[in-house]
């Protein structure tokens, strides 16, 4: 019999994998880099001792109870809030924009009524469903918040005009008339105490699963394979036949600082003259330990070139024309299925990705044994 292949090793293809893996089937993982855990992956540094989020910050956060109870299983997780800071060039304020940010901002001390009407009277009225990113941030916070926290932040991390963008970006980041200054509004938010790599670790931990690293995917493996799971991008598994979808692309300075650096984990950059996007902290994001030294990393954005990496899907007008030319050659595949963030050319948070794993794994198992068609992407 020949095995199951799961290409990726984020939380994607190990979730996918260790569900496949129990029901029975021999699974076989594989993933270009020389580690798992894709983007997620964390390491300790050499220099400082600090867990470093080597892809960048992710903060686990859901409202899905069975993906909490998920992860759980394979880890000690610890509460975290997430309290950005941005630095507009004119002072530090709280992110998201709540009421401190307005009272702050404006020079104001006003109750939550008070700011609700000022900031309905800075809205543009005008619009009514926003079409893209400035009409949502203008129609909710008006111009003098958006060009302060929103407009050049959201030039540099995407490297277009925020017109051509998505209003649904924008609706990733709560607008609150309280002191609540927890980035998200998710009911359940935590770090994995040992990392994100000892989670995934230990999801792959089975004796059904083989795990080999530094392993690019290549089309002929699919002959060796029962079914291949691909966790890559869309466009790169067809061979970017019609066509590339646009991504953005993240990269980092490092900096080794003694003591406290900047008294918190994120603090974005939040106008233009400042090339890099946000400043990370990473010994913030574990709080439980302590450490002499700090590991600090300025993110930076760019266009993604052929051999960089991917982890923004842009999905921009011109992107979704190429995108529905790759849905329809997926969509007549019978031996692949697609899936995360790459796979599906969406902007998923881990914890969808997760549910999206598990439902797949599901619908797949369930469609075999009924012989039924098997699905090419999980369930929305
Ligand atoms: N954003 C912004 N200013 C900020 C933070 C976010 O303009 O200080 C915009 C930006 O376009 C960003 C989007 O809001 O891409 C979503 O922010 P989120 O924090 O969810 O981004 P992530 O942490 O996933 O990069």
Known sequence: MKPLLVVGAGFSGAVLARELATAGHAVQVIDSRDHIGGNCHTQ?????????HTYGPHIFHTANAEVQAYVQRFGEWMPFVNRVKADT???VFSLP???HTINQFFGKTFTPAEARAFISAQADASIGEP????EQALKFVGRDLYEAFFRDYTFKQWGCDPRELPASLLRRLPLRFDYNDNYYDSPWQALPREGYTAVVARILEHPGIRVQLSTPWEPALRRDAAHVFFSGALDQFYGFSEGRLGYRTVWWEREVHEG????????NHTRLNVPWTRVLEHKHFAPWETHARSLVTREYSRETAVHDTPYYPKRLAADHLVLQRYLALAGQESGVSFMGRLGTYRYLDMDRV???ALALARSWLAARADRKPLPVFPAP
Not at 44 to 52: E, F, I, Q
Not at 131 to 134: G, T
């Open 354 to 356: 997760i549910a999206e």
């Open 44 to 52: 300790r540094d050499g220099a400082t001792g600090v867990l470093v």
């Open 97 to 99: 924009v709540n009421l």
């Open 260 to 267: 406290d650096h900047q008294g918190g984990a994120v603090i």
């Open 89 to 91: 060039g004119s002072g």
């Open 131 to 134: 079409a893209n990113f400035e």
